[in-house]
Nanobody, 116 residues
Framework: QVQLVESGGGLVQPGGSLRLSCTTS????????MGWYRQAPGKQRELVASIASGGMTNYVDSVKGRFTISRDVAKNAVFLQMNSLKVEDTAVYYCKITILPAREYWGKGTLVTVSS
């Protein structure tokens, strides 16, 4: 079993920054992909950014140039630096790990509210 715990959410004004953290516990062997997803009220959950065990990253178009995903390999942790936040970034942000080929584990989420 793998447990994920997100932290770092909160209330921020438009244009501000937040850094989300996701720490993992449990055994992770082999290839994996860690990702940040978000779900806004009334909308489907969407992938925001992901990073593979080989280091390749991927971003949804709406956050490119503003968000950066990174990781601490030794700690099996992943981070999401969010800059230039917009009201439309308001959502619950979830961390997910997919241990290849297809074992998935989710965190419980952390709320990000962007409002003046």
């Amino acid at each position: 079993q793998v447990q994920l715990v997100e932290s770092g959410g909160g209330l921020v004004q438009p244009g501000g920054s937040l850094r989300l953290s996701c720490t993992t516990s449990g055994s992770i062997f082999g290839g994996y992909v860690m990702g940040w997803y978000r779900q806004a009220p009334g909308k489907q959950r969407e992938l925001v950014a992901s990073i593979a065990s080989g280091g390749m990253t991927n971003y949804v178009d709406s956050v490119k140039g503003r968000f950066t995903i990174s990781r601490d390999v030794a700690k099996n942790a992943v981070f999401l630096q969010m800059n230039s936040l917009k009201v439309e970034d308001t959502a619950v942000y979830y961390c997910k790990i997919t241990i290849l080929p297809a074992r998935e584990y989710w965190g419980k989420g952390t709320l990000v509210t962007v409002s003046s």
